[in-house]
T-cell receptor, first 116, second 114 residues
Framework: AQSVTQLDSQVPVFEEAPVELRCNYS??????LFWYVQYPNQGLQLLLK??????LVKGINGFEAEFNKSQTSFHLRKPSVHISDTAEYFC??????????????FGPGTSLSVIP | ETGVTQTPRHLVMGMTNKKSLKCEQH?????MYWYKQSAKKPLELMFV???????ENNSVPSRFSPECPNSSHLFLHLHTLQPEDSALYLC?????????????FGPGTRLTVL
């Protein structure tokens, strides 16, 4: 069965500093990986996703993530954060093949707090 | 309206009440989902509908009853709930139910069961 681990439940970081949010997954099949963001009082919104190809994926708002198959990781990074990046970040995994259905498994989330 | 909308945004109900949550998507998608988001826990998938047909029921208690009259609308009927059912209920939609599809979420209904 697939699972997702986000080791850091809370990450405080100063404005304009870099940040890395960690995500590890376990799966015995090919995986598709996602990062979603949830701003206060809103639903989740896709930041980026890895389906295949280049292991470095660029997303919205200056975020990027790198798929590392050997380490089963998909860490999210941003070189310089802004106050507006304060939110909950969820890593998610699905699998089963491009033409099939497999439910998305979400991690527990990492709360990013950007300090002015 | 654009994207995925949910009503009401907040709901307080007693354990003997019956209420319904509504979700509408304006994206032309074929698949819709209900998730439960509790504090300090990962999102829990509850139900999946594809072209109005239920394709997944993730062992959800029968006090939660989903309804999908068409691909744009999804309801969650609630009755005889327990205090532990208090949570944020999120609706989502996607073009199809493929593993690669992006899900688009509504803002959620904050449910409190007294």
């Amino acid at each position: 069965a697939q699972s997702v681990t986000q080791l850091d439940s809370q990450v405080p970081v100063f404005e304009e500093a870099p940040v890395e949010l960690r995500c590890n997954y376990s799966s015995s099949v090919s995986v598709y990986l996602f990062w979603y963001v949830q701003y206060p009082n809103q639903g989740l919104q896709l930041l980026l996703k890895y389906l295949s190809g280049s292991t470095l994926v660029k997303g919205i708002n200056g975020f990027e993530a790198e798929f590392n198959k050997s380490q089963t990781s998909f860490h999210l990074r941003k070189p310089s954060v802004h106050i507006s990046d304060t939110a909950e970040y969820f890593c998610a995994v699905s699998g089963g093949g491009e033409t099939s259905y497999d439910k998305v498994i979400f991690g527990p989330g990492t709360s990013l707090s950007v300090i002015p | 309206e654009t994207g995925v909308t949910q009503t009401p945004r907040h709901l307080v109900m007693g354990m003997t009440n019956k209420k319904s949550l509504k979700c509408e998507q304006h994206l032309g998608h074929n698949a819709m989902y209900w998730y439960k988001q509790s504090a300090k826990k990962p999102l829990e998938l509850m139900f999946v509908y594809n072209f109005k047909e239920q394709t997944e029921n993730n062992s959800v208690p029968s006090r939660f009853s989903p309804e999908c009259p068409n691909s744009s609308h999804l309801f969650l009927h609630l009755h005889t709930l327990q205090p532990e059912d208090s949570a944020l209920y999120l609706c989502a939609s996607s073009q199809n139910i493929l593993s690669t599809d992006t899900q688009y979420f509504g803002p959620g209904t904050r449910l409190t069961v007294l």
